[in-house]
């Protein structure tokens, strides 16, 4: 669904480029050539980038030759080396240019080079900041590296809203009822009690314990006492202690990262880990969410504008005070940004504190 443009009053895409976002997983760069090398081109905040394996280490540059503008995405990997397809321009892993097969016998202009943006590998994803002067962490997944868990990764989807706007609706709790009946909550169970929520260390942190009364629990459901961690701007992390007759007295973590493509469409990364039946088929449990998935994305492409206006009086109750404290860290990130004064460690700064 494409939405009609909207006037309105947004936080500036610029702002999210001092944070890491992933970009693609390990397995979507190893397939993209034989090789295993890439390269892949990517989107983010904008902005097409191309991902390539140079010299063992994985880089990120701006998808554009320094020749004609041809997406280098469209070349090939060469002796550890980046190679466009349309004149053969060669380029590093530091991104300067070190070969020109038409002229080898000149000096290669000193300008000759790519836009080189910090890369790294984490979670088997790609991870991105266009913001190479900052300091800012990859946000954590607790249950990715925690022997006690066995982690599953989702296939990534693309939505066409901001990702501002896919993390409020995973927190968003009052929805539950209406858009995931017998799924995740009791449909007769309307009334939500607002969590308390608080700040911490770069967190959004509050509980929530559903009300299951008389439903069906599935056996794969990831249902429970849930602790909710939003680990600003766009990740957040759910663990739950589950209820479901299998999964009894167990935990499991829901995991999702939402990565900017541009103000209106976000693609979403996302891990499910479990503690329990590990042996058994990964299957299930991956259907199960993507059942969710399809029961969102309805209301969720309907969103108009996409972004999360703050101009546009969108009424709010007090169950919507997740998504009201969200807004406001978001405002007061964007501050922070505007006025240079976004710390080396968000973590450390009393906006993210």
């Known amino acids: 669904m494409t939405s009609e443009k909207t006037n309105g009053r947004f936080i500036k895409e610029e702002t999210w480029r001092h944070f890491w976002h992933p970009v693609c997983t390990l397995e979507e760069l190893y397939s993209a050539d034989p090789s295993g090398n890439g390269p892949l081109q990517v989107q983010l905040l904008g902005e097409a980038l191309v991902i390539a394996k140079l010299d063992g280490s994985i880089s990120a540059f701006a998808d554009r030759c320094a020749h004609r503008s041809t997406s280098l995405s469209r070349g090939f990997i060469d002796d550890g080396r980046i190679r466009c397809r349309y004149h053969g321009w060669a380029y590093d892993s530091t991104g300067k240019c070190v070969d020109i097969p038409a002229c080898r016998d000149l000096r290669i202009p000193g300008r000759a080079k790519i836009q080189k943006y910090a890369a790294e590998v984490k979670y088997d994803l790609v991870w991105v900041r266009l913001e190479t002067d900052a300091a800012t962490e990859i946000p954590p997944c607790p249950g990715f590296d925690d022997d006690a868990f066995k982690a599953v990764i989702g296939k990534p989807y693309t939505w066409p809203t901001s990702a501002a706007r896919r993390l409020e609706n995973f927190v968003d709790l009052a929805h539950f009822p209406y858009v995931h009946p017998n799924t995740l909550f009791d449909p007769n169970m309307t009334e939500v ?161």
């Not at 959004?204 to 299951?212: D, G, I, K, R």
């Not at 209820?243 to 979403?268: F, Q, T, V, Y």
């Not at 169950?319 to 968000?346: F, H």
């Open 193 to 353: 009690s607002p969590p308390s929520i608080e700040r911490n260390n770069g967190q959004l942190v509050f509980h929530f314990n559903p009300q299951t009364d008389d439903m069906p629990i599935p056996d794969v459901s990831l249902m429970g006492k849930t602790n909710y961690r939003i680990t600003m701007p766009f990740t957040v992390n759910l663990e739950f202690e589950l209820i479901s007759k299998a999964g009894k007295g167990n935990r499991a973590i829901l995991w999702m990262s939402a990565s900017p493509l541009d103000e209106g469409h976000c693609r979403s990364f996302w891990f499910t880990c479990r503690d329990h039946n590990k042996d058994e088929p990964d299957y299930p449990h991956l259907a199960f969410q993507e059942r969710v998935l399809e029961e969102d994305i309805v209301v969720i492409e309907a969103q108009n504008p996409p972004q999360i206006p703050f101009d546009i009086n969108e009424i709010s109750v007090p169950t919507d005070m997740v998504s009201i404290q969200y807004r406001r860290w978001l405002r007061e990130i964007e501050g922070a940004v505007d006025n240079d004064s976004l710390l080396k460690n968000l973590a450390a700064n009393e906006i993210c504190a």
